[in-house]
């Protein structure tokens, strides 16, 4: 059965792209099956996987607004197992665009519905927002998994994402949960980082993934190359991180499906 996973946070550097691009790597390299779906009209998920944004020809713009079918825009990474619906900067303007639209909140999870079924896992790389494209990859969700920078203000804001998601499960998706928080850019010689990751463990306990991403050189050089942390430098601490997330995600899911069956 597919998930999809939203991986959102209004604040802006968090490392809601880098997470989506490297979670997603690593699933795959898990042997999972993976569609990534770049809704963020800065496209940093489309190029941080090898593609020049000056040669997509379709992206989820045009399945948005043209109602192109999604599966004519799949591009295939270098990544295998895992594929792209990529962005592109004409996605600022679809939020204005899909406001006279019927149904404006349900438009992405019609456009994943047509292909989810081909894939383990979709996640969708949300927009530095709470706007309508952050509320349309919400509401075709199953889960949300929130990255938290291990820096000052970090638990600013995410008051107003969480009155987001209780909002959409309330009115658009009441099956809407919260696959967890993600602590990231960590530097253990900091206090500040420590204190970050003690209070948001006491604010969410059991909610707040195991694994902790460190910050890391070969994890923000990565992105340069076109490339996942994985395929870069397999043996860097970043690699090894999301491959951890990875491995807890699944993990976590397995024993959420045998608590179904049972």
């Known amino acids: 059965m597919s998930k999809v996973i939203a991986i959102a946070n ?3 550097g968090v490392g809601k792209t880098t997470t989506a691009i490297n979670l997603g790597a690593s699933l795959a390299v898990l042997e999972k099956k993976v569609l990534l779906i770049d809704a963020d009209p800065q496209a940093n998920a489309t190029s941080g996987t090898g593609f020049d944004l000056r040669k997509i020809e379709s992206s989820i713009y045009e399945c948005l ?20 619906i990529p962005s592109h900067i004409d996605l600022v303007g679809a939020e204005i665009e899909m406001l006279n639209m019927e149904d404006r909140e349900m438009i992405m999870k019609n456009i994943i519905n047509r292909v989810k079924d081909d894939y383990d896992y979709v996640l969708i790389d949300c927009s530095p927002s709470l706007g309508l494209l952050t509320l349309n990859a919400l509401t075709a969700a199953d889960s949300v998994l929130i990255p938290v920078q291990c820096e000052y203000f970090a638990l600013e804001g995410l008051g107003k994402l969480l009155n987001t998601v209780k909002m ?18 960590y530097d253990s010689r900091l206090r500040l980082s420590n204190q970050v990751v003690e209070e948001v463990k006491q604010h969410f306990e059991e909610m707040v993934f195991d694994t902790i991403i460190q910050r890391n050189i070969k994890l923000s050089e990565a992105p340069s190359y076109g490339k996942p942390v994985v395929l870069y430098d397999a043996n860097s601490k970043g690699a090894l991180s999301y491959l951890n997330l990875a491995r807890e995600v699944l993990e976590q899911n397995e024993q959420e499906e045998e608590e179904t069956e049972d």
């Open 10 to 12: 209004q604040k802006g």
């Open 65 to 84: 607004i043209d109602e192109t079918n999604p599966a004519e825009v799949i591009l295939k990474t270098e990544t295998e197992g895992m594929d792209l």
């Open 168 to 185: 959409i499960q309330n009115n658009l998706n009441e099956e809407l949960e919260i696959e967890g928080f993600l602590l990231t850019m």
